[in-house]
């Protein structure tokens, strides 16, 4: 576990269908803590498909594993794309580690039947 500082979360979702940003997209934070999955935060991207500030940075930062769990069907539906039921991607969990107190981009590239993340800067 590493001390506050400079450490933060980011992420940021990329609608690839529609070639825009992917705005008013719930994303769950959880920190993993052996087998539980301890809930942190809910937030919803803006129209820039980003969050108005890091998910987690100061002291609510710490080294850990965590996941972000994108509610991917939900805004896929409200914006107009024609899913089955059930939908192929609905809830997309990204687990995920961070071992030292620096920044943390997380993003997402989104479209019905795909995604891909990375470790962003």
């Known amino acids: ?3 506050a500082g400079e450490g933060r979360l980011t992420t940021h979702v990329l609608d690839t269908a529609s070639g825009k940003p992917a705005g008013g997209l719930v994303i769950a934070l959880y920190r993993l803590e052996g087998e539980a999955r301890v809930h942190v935060k809910t937030v919803t ?3 820039d498909g980003r969050c108005d500030g890091p998910l987690l940075e100061g002291e609510a930062f710490r080294t850990g594993f965590y996941e972000l769990v994108f509610e991917a069907g939900a805004y896929l539906r409200a914006h107009g794309a024609e899913l089955p039921a059930p939908a192929f ?3 997309i969990p990204i687990r ?3 071992a030292e107190n620096t920044h943390y981009h ?5 479209s019905p039947y795909g995604y891909s993340t990375y470790r962003g800067s």
Do not use: A, I, Y
Not at 106 to 110: K, R
């Open 1 to 3: 576990m590493s001390n």
């Open 45 to 47: 991207t803006n129209s």
């Open 89 to 91: 991607l609905d809830q």
């Open 96 to 98: 995920f580690g961070m």
């Open 106 to 110: 997380v993003p997402l590239l989104l």
